[in-house]
T-cell receptor
Framework: GAVVSQHPSRVICKSGTSVKIECRSL??????MFWYRQFPKQSLMLMAT?????????EQGVEKDKFLINHASLTLSTLTVTSAHPEDSSFYIC?????????????FGPGTRLTVL | RKEVEQDPGPFNVPEGATVAFNCTYS??????FFWYRQDCRKEPKLLMS???SGNEDGRFTAQLNRASQYISLLIRDSKLSDSATYLC????????????FGAGTRLFVKA
């Protein structure tokens, strides 16, 4: 089956630093990837849609200058949380759609747990 | 009104019980529907897609009612391992392809 990896799985950083999270589709190509955020006991909230070779589409209320997304290849999207603050602490999950199919099933990465001190 | 609504539960059921979850969605143009399962501090995993004709996978049955805009999931003969949060997921064409997750329904199956 389609596998999506995320790295790192867990990161703890100081306030003000930037953190980069990678999302990779391991055995398929993904023109479109999604980035979600999940706070404790809440559901996944879509942050942005990442499109290979073009700018990401951000959901309302998500600052594009704070959450930088780069989808430079068909197998890799990165999310950089710039100048992270404690309120950015969350579980960040990416998903990918397989290119060249009509299926809209999303394959999820295992998530990255970010803690900002 | 939320775009996708679920009863948060929790549902506490004994092993062997049958339990049903419902989910309603507001966008009548929604195109595809899924149930995902999420264990604590893990990523969601696809449980099953939901088709207009309904579909069954072992102990799990999913149904879609487009007229009433709701989706259901039935779990028969509950196992301890079924304890998790079940997420209703709807894909809508609004503003391009958009996936909306329900808040999830928590299920606890007890011995």
């Amino acid at each position: 089956g389609a596998v999506v990896s995320q790295h790192p799985s867990r990161v703890i950083c100081k306030s003000g630093t930037s953190v980069k999270i990678e999302c990779r589709s391991l055995d398929f190509q993904a023109t479109t990837m999604f980035w979600y955020r999940q706070f404790p006991k809440q559901s996944l909230m879509l942050m942005a849609t990442s499109n290979e070779g073009s700018k990401a589409t951000y959901e309302q209320g998500v600052e594009k200058d704070k959450f930088l997304i780069n989808h430079a290849s068909l197998t890799l999207s990165t999310l950089t949380v710039t100048s992270a603050h404690p309120e950015d602490s969350s579980f960040y999950i990416c998903s990918a759609l397989e290119s060249g199919t009509s299926s809209d099933e999303q394959f999820f990465g295992p998530g990255t747990r970010l803690t900002v001190l | 009104r939320k775009e996708v609504e679920q009863d948060p539960g929790p549902f506490n059921v004994p092993e062997g019980a049958t339990v049903a979850f419902n989910c309603t969605y507001s966008n009548s143009a929604s195109q595809s529907f899924f149930w995902y399962r999420q264990d604590c501090r893990k990523e969601p995993k696809l449980l099953m897609s939901v088709y207009s004709s309904g579909n069954e996978d072992g102990r799990f049955t999913a149904q879609l009612n487009r007229a009433s805009q709701y989706i259901s999931l039935l779990i028969r003969d509950s196992k301890l391992s079924d304890s998790a949060t079940y997420l209703c997921v709807v894909n809508s064409p609004t503003g391009g392809f958009k996936t909306i997750f329900g808040a999830g329904t928590r299920l606890f199956v007890k011995a």
